[in-house]
């Protein structure tokens, strides 16, 4: 299993299953929180057209181009469903935050051979390696 860090130092492409509008939601910090350390964040959610005018997109069959990694912050119950998704669009990594994970979706990620990181906070793996660079 690829550990956080490396996959943060060298992947550059990420969906964002989950995106919100709602700047009090987790989700709605990752996405900032990627494209400030200067990823190219695809965020996904049906409902929204846009996210602070960053384009939105209804699902993975959309996105311009194919993520290296999906994130996926929802309830664990819909992140189960997603992880077929990801499997079926033949990207390789899935990434279930603290929150959004259960035995059943690393499961169904597993079976489908993808690789899977688990409740390990994106954000919090970012911040940490920022702090060992200034050291």
Request: charged share 20%; proline share 8%; net charge negative.
């Amino acid at each position: 299993m690829a550990q956080p860090e490396e996959i943060l130092k060298t992947k550059k492409t990420f969906a964002l299953i989950g995106a919100s509008q709602d700047m009090l939601k987790y989700s709605y910090e990752l996405l900032f929180t990627l494209l400030d350390a200067g990823y190219t964040v695809y965020p996904i959610n049906p409902r929204y057209e846009n996210i602070d005018h960053i384009r939105c997109y209804p699902s993975l069959a959309e996105l311009p181009q194919k993520p290296e990694v999906v994130i996926i912050t929802l309830a664990p119950k819909n992140a189960e469903a997603m992880v077929e998704s990801v499997a079926q669009h033949g990207v390789p990594t899935v990434w279930l935050p603290p929150g959004s994970w259960s035995d059943e979706a690393i499961a169904k990620a597993r079976a489908a051979g993808l690789e899977v990181l688990f409740n390990v906070c994106p954000i919090g793996t970012l911040r940490k390696m920022k702090e060992e660079k200034t050291m």
